[in-house]
């Protein structure tokens, strides 16, 4: 559904995005990770048609968004950082404007408007001015004025940063509620947002994404295999130690922290089988296997750790 190829945008002499590529299948919900400045914005902003890239290519439902701007751009409903809303008018007279400005046929916008409103939970407030609104109250608004023209694609940035807890948690409800019947990129600094809504991570540092994937592939592969915290009783842990070493499969011999063994597997082998027969044909007690999983936000930390020295250009329109 939306197809990135080496990607390129600079500030002056700054790329905020380096040569990034990827792919989003239809109907995924992918999370947009990075510290802040790794060039999430720019990125979205690309992928809306409100930057040109300087190069590489974007397709939008296969259609190149540099080339048919208008005609990638019916298929995205977009929420900024900040919500859009125009203030000083009521939130039905700017879904109205919206409308408008999306080519809705006059005939049908206020059916879009109501039906938009009725999915983000936003109806009742419809005759309220927007300046009149809640935090929480603009962003159900923002995100139906980015589903007004019912669009296959969904492109939220932080959507719900500077929401209370129970906003947070209700937003989330209905980006899911929303998301089934729609292809989502969702930005945010929030690790429990990308693992309560999001089937895949793009991890984006310094302008580049430096991992893609499920988190726990992503988590694997960084860690070098399957990884489990195995432990047994009745036998003296150095009498083990050489035997375990043994063990077909292991990828590294494994590490001793106090009586617990840390054993990592190539990717394809079942660790955990390995170390059950393992026991039993030592005839050892297994008291514990656990296999362990670096966390999304331990990951985060460990792939975007370094500091970026360079310094971004003097601010562009
Ligand atoms: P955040 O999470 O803080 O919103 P981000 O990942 O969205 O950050 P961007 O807003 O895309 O990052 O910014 C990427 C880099 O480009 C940053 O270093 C930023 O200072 C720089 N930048 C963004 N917009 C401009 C601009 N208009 N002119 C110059 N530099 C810019």
Request: net charge negative; hydrophobic share 45%; proline share 5%.
């Amino acid at each position: 559904m939306i197809q990135v190829d080496h990607l390129v945008r600079s500030y002056g002499k700054f790329k905020a995005v380096n040569d990034v590529s990827f792919g989003v299948g239809k109907g995924q919900i992918v999370g947009l990770l990075g510290p802040n400045g790794a060039g999430k914005t720019t990125l979205l902003k690309m992928l809306t048609g409100y930057h040109f890239p300087q190069s590489g290519d974007i397709r939008i439902g296969g259609i190149d968004i540099v080339q048919q701007p208008q005609k990638a751009q019916a298929l995205i409903g977009y929420l900024p950082e900040n919500s859009p809303v125009y203030p000083e008018l009521t939130v039905g007279e700017y879904l109205e404007f919206v409308a408008g400005v999306r080519g809705i046929d006059k005939a049908l916008q206020a059916e879009a408007i109501d039906k938009a409103l009725t999915q983000t939970d936003a109806l009742a407030f419809r005759n309220k001015v927007a300046s009149h609104l809640s935090k929480g109250q603009r962003q159900r608004v923002g995100l139906a004025q980015a589903i007004l023209h019912n669009p296959e694609i969904l492109i939220l940035d932080e959507p719900t940063s500077g929401l209370d807890p129970h906003q947070i948690l209700e937003f989330r409800q209905l980006i899911l509620k929303i998301g089934q019947e729609k292809t989502v990129i969702l930005s945010t600094h929030i690790m429990q947002e990308v693992e309560a809504l999001c089937e895949r991570v793009l991890i984006m540092n310094q302008g580049k994404i430096v991992a893609e994937g499920r988190a726990e592939e992503i988590a694997r592969s960084l860690q070098g295999g399957n990884r489990y915290e195995v432990r047994f009783s009745g036998a003296k842990v150095e009498a083990v130690a050489p035997l375990l070493e043994k063990v077909a499969g292991l990828s590294v011999p494994p590490a001793l922290a106090g009586e617990t063994f840390l054993c990592t597997f190539p990717l394809d082998i079942a660790g955990g089988e390995a170390l059950f027969d393992f026991a039993v044909a030592q005839k050892l007690k297994l008291i514990s296997l656990v296999p362990c999983t670096i966390s999304l936000e331990d990951l985060f930390v460990q792939l975007t750790k370094e500091e970026t020295h360079a310094v971004p250009a003097e601010p562009l329109a």
